[in-house]
C-alpha cells in the first residue's frame, strides 16, 4: 500500500476519501480522454492525421477482441484475422447488397454478426484443445481461410478485393459519411462502445471464469463448469468484436483485399497485444495506439521498418514481458510511494549508454539498406538527423561498430545501478506492504 | 439405499498391465467422516481421482447418492454434489483469494456462463464467497493475489474452493500434508466446521488426525481394501497392524 493511502487510512473516513477519489480520477481520466476525442479534429483536421486516427480505432477494437482470447483466456492464436477479415468482407458485401437498406452506422454490426457465426463453426474446432495444440490449429484455420481468398473468387473479389462506396445517400442532417470527419466520429463511437463492451465482460461470471481457465483450466471442472465451452463462447464472442473492426475497416477504405485476413495481420495484433501488455485491459489499447503510430510514423521514413519492428518486439518480450502496461503500473506504485527519485539517477545514466546503442544499430540497418539499393541509387551515402554515412566507406561501419560496442559497454555499468535502485525501491515498497498489511 | 452417499462397487483401476486398484468396495452413509489411509502406493489418490472422474474407471460401479456416475465427466459429477480437493495445491494463481472462492460457488448460483449478470452486483455470489472466507481464516486476504498465499493459507484455500459450491459429498486429499504441527492442528478444525452436516472422505497420512477426525476407517493396501470398521476396531486389527500401521498405531 502506498504512503499517501497510508496516511488517509489514520482517520476513520479515510478509505472512504480515497475510494472515492480514485473513482473520480478515473472519471477524470476517462472524461479527458472523450474531450480529447472529440475535440481532436478541431486542432488537427488533416485527412492524414484522422485517418491515422481512424486506423489507431480500428486497431484498438481488433487488439482488445484479441486479448479476450490472450489475456483473459490464456488462448494463444495465430490467426485473428480470420475474424477480423471475415467481418470486413461481410460487412461490405451487406453494404453492396442492401444499398443502403441498413444505415451506415449499424452496418458493423454486420461484420461482427458475420465473424460471429464463423467463429461458431471453427471455434468449435479450435477449443477442442488448448495449449500448443489451440496456437496450431488456429495457425493452420488461418493460413486456409487466408488461401481461400484466391479460391473463392466470387465471395472476396480474388487479387483486386471488393470495394464499396459507404455513401448510399444524403443522410439525416446531411451526415452521410461521405467525408473523413464524419466517418472519424462514427469510428469514435464505435470505439467508445467496444471498449465499454469487452470491459463489461472481463467483469461477467463468463469473463472470470475465462481467467479461471487461463490459470488452471483443469481445476474448472471441479467446480462445475466446461473449461472448451468457456474457451468456445470466448472464442466466439472475441469474433464477433474482432468482426465489428474488420466492418470498420471496410467502411473506412472502401475497399476489402486479401491482406485483411493474411499472417501479416494476425501478426500485428499479436504485437499489439504484447507490447502493450496482455495483463491487463488497457495494455491492448495502450499497444494499438503505440503501434499503430510507429507504423505509419516509422515506415514513412525508413524501408528498414518490419526490421525495427522485430527488433522492439524481441527486447519488449525480453525485458519487459508485462508490456508497457506493466511497466506504467510498476512506476506509478513507486511513485505513489515517493521513491522515484532512487530510480530517475539511475535511469539518466542509462540514457546515454543507450542513445549510443539505438544510434549505432541504426546506422548499421541503415547503410546495409543503402548498400542494397546503391545499384539502383548509384550511391551508398546516406544522411541519419545530418550524420554523414556512406554504406561503400569502411569508416563508417567502424563508427557504428564502435558506437554499438561503446554503449554496451556503457549500458552494462549503467544496467547495474538501475538494478541496485529497482532491488532498493522493491525492498523498500516490500516493508510497507508488510507494515500496514493484513 | 437412499441414506447412502457413496456406494464402490468391485472398482477396479490398471494402467496397461499394472493393477493399481483391484476390487475395492465399500459404502459411505451420508453424514459419515471416512478416512482412508494405506502405505504410500497403496493407491489412494487414485481411489479418489476415480470417484472424482478425474481417471476413467477401469471396471465396477460408483454410485453417488444412488445414482451410477461411471462415465460421466469430472463436471457432471460436481454439479451432483460431490467436489474435491486436490494433494497439490491447484487453485487459480493470478486471481485474487476471493475471486478464487467466487469461482467455487457461480455454477450453483445457476450464473453458468452469463455474460449478462455484473459479478459485482451478485449478492448472492458476494455473501456465499465472505462467508466461506470467514470459515477458512482468509478474509484479511481477501485481495491477495493466490499465488502469492503461504503454503498453509494455499492449502486453505484449496478446501475453501472444494466446499464452496456447497457440495454435500467432501473429498479431500491430503488437506494437512506438508504442515507443521500446528497448522495442521488448525486444518483438522477447519474441515470439522466446514464438512458440518456432510459426507467427508479425507486420504490421510497423519494417524493423529485420521483418529480424531473419522467415524470410520479403511484401510486400502495393494490396491484392495484390507479392512473398514470404527478407529477402535481398526486399531485392533492384527492384520491391519501386521500390513500397515505396526508399531505407529500403538503410539497414535
Not at chain 1, 442532417?173 to 465499454?196: D, H, R
Amino acid at each position: 500500500m502506498s504512503a499517501p493511502s497510508r496516511m488517509a487510512g489514520r482517520t476513520l473516513l479515510g478509505p472512504i476519501v480515497r475510494g472515492v477519489s480514485q473513482a473520480w480520477a478515473g472519471w477524470v481520466a476517462w472524461a479527458a480522454v472523450i474531450v480529447v476525442v472529440v475535440a481532436a479534429p478541431l486542432f488537427i483536421n488533416k485527412s492524414f492525421f484522422l485517418s491515422l486516427l481512424c486506423r489507431i480505432g480500428l486497431m484498438t477494437i481488433f487488439a482488445l477482441s484479441y486479448n479476450m482470447l490472450l489475456g483473459q483466456t490464456g488462448l494463444l492464436s495465430f490467426g485473428h484475422a480470420v475474424y477480423y477479415g471475415l467481418g470486413a468482407f461481410a460487412t461490405m458485401h451487406v453494404l453492396n447488397a442492401v444499398h443502403g437498406g441498413i444505415p451506415i452506422t449499424l452496418l458493423p454490426l454486420a461484420g461482427g454478426a458475420g465473424a460471429l457465426l464463423f467463429g461458431v463453426v471453427f471455434g468449435y474446432v479450435t477449443t477442442r484443445k488448448a495449449g500448443t495444440t489451440f496456437a496450431m490449429i488456429s495457425l493452420g484455420l488461418g493460413e486456409m481461410v487466408a488461401s481461400s481468398s484466391l479460391m473463392f473468387p466470387h465471395f472476396f473479389g480474388g487479387e483486386g478485393g471488393i470495394s464499396g462506396n459507404r455513401v448510399t445517400g444524403k443522410g439525416w442532417f446531411g451526415i452521410n459519411f461521405g467525408t473523413q470527419l464524419q466517418m472519424y466520429y462514427l469510428i469514435a463511437a464505435w470505439t467508445a462502445v467496444c471498449i465499454a463492451a469487452t470491459w463489461s465482460l472481463t467483469q461477467t461470471p463468463l469473463g472470470r471464469m475465462a481467467n479461471a481457465v487461463r490459470d488452471n483450466p483443469e481445476r474448472v471442472e471441479f467446480v462445475g463448469y466446461s473449461p472448451q465451452w468457456i474457451r468456445y463462447l470466448m472464442v466466439v464472442l472475441s469474433g464477433f468484436f474482432a468482426g465489428i473492426a474488420g466492418g470498420l475497416t471496410a467502411l473506412q477504405y472502401e475497399i476489402v483485399t486479401a491482406e485483411v485476413l493474411s499472417d501479416y495481420t494476425s501478426g500485428i495484433v499479436i504485437l499489439m497485444a504484447f507490447v502493450g501488455g496482455v495483463g491487463s485491459f488497457s495494455g491492448p489499447i495502450i499497444g494499438a495506439v503505440l503501434i499503430t503510430i510507429l507504423q505509419v510514423a516509422v515506415a514513412s521514413v525508413t524501408p528498414a521498418w518490419p526490421f525495427y519492428f522485430g527488433l522492439f518486439f524481441l527486447i519488449m518480450v525480453l525485458y519487459a514481458p508485462g508490456g508497457i502496461a506493466s511497466i506504467v503500473a510498476e512506476h506509478r506504485a513507486v511513485w505513489r510511494a515517493h521513491l522515484l527519485s532512487r530510480l530517475l539517477p539511475s535511469y539518466l545514466l542509462a540514457a546515454l549508454p543507450v542513445t549510443l546503442l539505438v544510434a549505432g544499430i541504426i546506422a548499421m540497418v541503415e547503410m546495409a539498406y543503402a548498400t542494397v539499393n546503391a545499384v539502383e541509387r548509384g550511391t551508398a551515402e546516406l544522411h541519419i538527423l545530418g550524420v554523414p554515412l556512406d554504406g561503400a566507406a569502411a569508416l563508417s561501419w567502424v563508427e557504428a561498430a564502435a558506437s554499438i560496442a561503446a554503449g554496451l559497454f556503457l549500458l552494462s555499468l549503467a544496467g547495474k545501478k538501475v538494478s541496485q535502485g529497482w532491488q532498493d525501491v522493491s525492498a523498500v515498497l516490500r516493508a510497507v506492504a508488510v507494515e500496514t498489511g493484513p | 439405499m437412499s441414506t447412502l452417499a457413496l456406494r464402490l462397487n468391485g472398482v477396479c483401476k490398471k494402467f496397461g498391465r499394472a493393477t493399481i486398484l483391484q476390487d475395492v468396495t465399500l459404502d459411505i452413509p451420508a453424514g459419515e467422516r471416512h478416512c482412508i489411509i494405506g502405505p504410500n502406493g497403496a493407491g489412494k489418490s487414485t481411489l479418489f481421482n476415480l470417484i472424482s472422474a478425474r481417471l476413467p474407471t477401469s471396471a465396477g460401479q460408483i454410485e453417488l447418492k444412488g445414482e451410477n456416475v461411471v462415465g460421466l465427466p469430472p463436471l457432471e459429477i460436481n454439479r451432483r454434489g460431490l467436489s474435491r480437493s486436490f494433494q497439490i495445491t491447484n487453485i487459480f494463481p493470478n486471481l485474487s483469494v476471493f475471486d478464487n472462492v467466487r469461482c467455487g460457488v457461480l455454477w450453483t448460483l445457476g450464473y453458468r456462463y452469463s455474460f449478462w449478470h455484473r459479478l459485482g452486483k451478485l449478492r448472492d455470489a458476494r455473501e456465499r464467497t465472505e462467508q466461506v472466507l470467514e470459515q477458512i481464516g482468509l478474509s484479511q486476504r481477501r485481495d491477495t493475489l493466490a499465488g502469492v498465499l503461504s503454503y498453509a493459507e494455499q492449502r486453505a484455500l484449496e478446501i475453501g474452493i472444494t466446499i464452496a459450491g456447497g457440495a454435500d459429498v467432501i473429498l479431500l486429499d491430503e488437506p494437512t500434508s506438508g504442515m507443521s504441527r500446528s497448522e495442521s492442528d488448525d486444518a483438522v478444525a477447519l474441515i470439522r466446521r466446514v464438512t458440518e452436516g456432510k459426507t467427508l472422505v479425507m486420504v490421510e497420512h497423519d494417524m493423529s488426525v485420521v483418529f480424531g477426525l473419522a467415524d470410520r476407517i479403511s484401510v486400502l493396501v495393494y490396491g484392495k481394501i484390507l479392512a473398514t470398521g470404527v478407529p477402535t476396531v481398526i486399531r485392533a486389527n492384527p492384520a491391519v497392524q501386521e500390513a500397515y500401521l505396526g508399531k505407529s498405531l500403538s503410539r497414535a
